[in-house]
């Protein structure tokens, strides 16, 4: 079973400056299975990323998903206050799916 | 598309928690989606439950598989969930959801969640 491990657990930035998440998955995995979501609290997660750098529609450009050897990060230029929230990362392969612990981002 | 998660009631522990996702705005017959429940815990954060297609059959996580069971009726665009026996750690917040197994197997569109407790 593929677990994915995020980090930083919580990053402080502020409005402004570029958030870098990472999302380190236990084995090797293909990037046309990996997403991102951001997740406002009491709301279901949004997609924002798919197939590791595909921004769903509607998804503003500050936000880009890559790939950086076996890890996959979503950056997030020149943060907004409605940013600041959670994000988490997920993976499809062999009929199951996997999230990542997520990253707070906080001010 | 719009997805809508409902209960069928308060949950006892050892009893069977009910729950049915409608879809409205598409089909639940259009071809290439999975239909998918997720549940999160402030303790364990995202848990995908399992998914089924539109012509039936179904996919487990392998935690829940033996408590578990997810059909649809295309009929009426809905599906659903069945978890039995449920216990307090079945607690949390239910999503279901729409996925594209053939572009990567993210999910594009969730329901707002409905909160389950089972009680002692």
């Known amino acids: 079973e593929i677990v994915l491990t995020q980090s930083p657990g919580t990053l402080s930035l502020s409005p402004g400056e570029r958030a870098t998440l990472s999302c380190r998955p236990s084995q090797s995995v293909s990037g046309s299975s990996l997403a991102w979501y951001q997740q406002r609290s009491g709301q279901a997660p949004k997609l924002l990323i798919y197939g590791a750098s595909s921004r769903a529609t509607g998804v503003p450009d500050r936000f880009r998903g890559s790939a950086s050897g076996t890890d996959f990060i979503l950056t997030i230029a020149r943060l907004e206050p409605e940013d600041f929230v959670m994000y988490y990362c997920q993976f499809y392969g062999s009929s199951r799916y996997t999230f990542g612990q997520g990253t707070k981002l906080e001010i | 598309l719009q997805l809508q998660e409902f209960t069928s009631g308060p949950v006892k522990s050892s009893q069977t928690l009910s729950l049915t996702c409608t879809v409205s705005?598409?089909?639940?017959?259009?071809?290439?989606?999975?239909w998918n429940w997720i549940r999160q815990t402030p303790g364990k954060g995202l848990e995908w439950i399992g998914y089924t297609y539109a012509s039936g059959g179904a996919y487990y996580s392998p935690s829940l598989k033996s408590r578990v069971t997810i059909s649809v009726d295309r009929s009426i665009n809905h599906f659903f969930l069945v978890l039995t026996p449920a216990t307090a750690a079945d607690t949390a917040t239910y999503y279901c959801a729409r996925a594209i197994p053939a572009a990567g197997g993210h999910f594009d569109t969730w329901g707002p969640g409905m909160q389950v407790t089972v009680s002692s």
């Open positions: 705005g598409g089909s639940i017959s259009s071809g290439g989606y999975s």
